[in-house]
């Protein structure tokens, strides 16, 4: 296994309309850490906060305002936001924001 990054593009190997396998994991994890009012209104407002700053903020502070105004989301907006939420959360709960080895 190569050390680089690989190279990504919009076609892949799922067929047109098959959502990620990995969907069911996101959701889960979402539901646990993410979904309970006062959680969700943070996250909110911090992406609120912070969008403007880039690409990233911007499509995950959208997909979380959609999630939460119960329309629908992408499986990619969606795996992408808990990526960003769990970072988020993780740098939170990592004292004095050491780096994670």
């Given at each position: 296994?190569?050390?680089?990054?690989?190279?990504?593009t919009h076609d892949a190997s799922l067929q047109k309309g098959e959502i990620h396998p990995s969907i069911d994991s996101a959701?889960?994890?979402?539901?646990?850490?993410?979904v309970e009012p006062n959680r969700l209104k943070f996250y909110l407002?911090?992406?609120?906060k912070?969008?403007?700053m880039n690409r990233a903020t911007d499509v995950c502070h959208k997909t979380l305002k959609d999630i939460a105004d119960d329309k629908p989301v992408s499986d990619?907006?969606?795996l992408g936001l808990c990526w960003m939420l769990r970072d988020m959360?993780?740098?939170?709960?990592?004292?004095?924001?050491?780096?994670?080895?």
């Open positions: 296994m190569s050390d680089s990054i690989p190279t990504l959701k889960r994890w979402f539901v646990g850490n993410i407002s911090t992406l609120s912070i969008s403007g990619k907006e969606f959360n993780d740098k939170k709960r990592r004292p004095n924001n050491t780096k994670k080895e």
